[in-house]
C-alpha cells in the first residue's frame, strides 16, 4: 500500500493537475524533487513540515518559524510522527537530502 502524501490527507488539490493548482499554484511540498521517498512519500509528500512555502489551511508559511506552529498541531504531521518517530526530526531529513546530493555528485 502507498503512503499517503500531505495534499492526499488534507485534500487541498494543489499537486500538480490537482484541483486547485490552476487558481493556487502546485504546493512546493509536491514539487520538492529532492525529498522525494522521504518516509516513503512523493516528493516532498511525507517532508512537508520542512518545506517552506506550503500553503496549509489558508496560510502560507514562508518562515520555519511560521511552519514549526502551524505544523505542531497538524493530524498529518502528528500520524508522520507516530509511523516515523526517528525519521521525523530536521536532523534526519537534512542527514536523507544530503545523502541524495552525494549520490547525485558521485
Known amino acids: 500500500m502507498a503512503k499517503q502524501n500531505c495534499w492526499e490527507f488534507k485534500k487541498c488539490g494543489r499537486e500538480a ?13 509536491a514539487m520538492d524533487l529532492q525529498a522525494d521517498g522521504f518516509c516513503g512519500g512523493k516528493n516532498g509528500g511525507r517532508a512537508c513540515v520542512y518545506i517552506i512555502g506550503t500553503l496549509c489551511d489558508g496560510t502560507c508559511q514562508i518562515t520555519y518559524k511560521n511552519k514549526e506552529k502551524m505544523c505542531d498541531t497538524c493530524e498529518f504531521y502528528l500520524q508522520l510522527k507516530k509511523e516515523h518517530p526517528k525519521e521525523m526530526t530536521i536532523f534526519s531529513y537534512l542527514d536523507y537530502i544530503n545523502g541524495k546530493i552525494k549520490k547525485e555528485k558521485k
Open 17 to 29: 493537475g490537482g484541483i486547485n493548482s490552476d487558481k493556487l499554484g502546485v504546493c512546493p511540498a
